[in-house]
């Protein structure tokens, strides 16, 4: 279980990678940095996005599930805005692109090392 978290941190640390290369309003310093991000966006997505999820559930009803990335986003820029200038995130309109995108981009990548794993 403390592997697969580990996993998980690795990969979402590969997407916020992946992303700061294809934006220039998103930006990371490094790897290190990624890492560092990646946990506290988990950690953020473990105790901030739940209760965020539940005041907001008729919105994320209305829009067929489409507002959790908007909470996404929520977290991203609450993660940027802890780690200050290591982390920059220039609009919402970028983190919204963002959690978008690195959404999609965990759900292949785990599903890439799940397949390599059997």
Known sequence: MLLRWFLSILLNAVALIAVAQLF????????????LASVILAILNMIVKPIL???????TFLT????????????LMITQAIMDASFVITGFGTAIIAAVIIS???LLLN?????TMK
């Not at 999820?53 to 919105?59: G, S």
């Not at 067929?64 to 977290?75: D, K, P, R, Y």
């Open 111 to 115: 599903r890439l090392v799940k397949d």
């Open 24 to 35: 220039e309003g998103f930006q990371l310093e490094g790897f290190g940095t990624a890492i």
């Open 104 to 106: 999609i981009l965990n």
């Open 64 to 75: 067929l599930g489409l507002f959790l990335f908007v909470i996404n986003a929520i977290t």
């Open 53 to 59: 999820v539940v005041l907001t559930l008729p919105i």
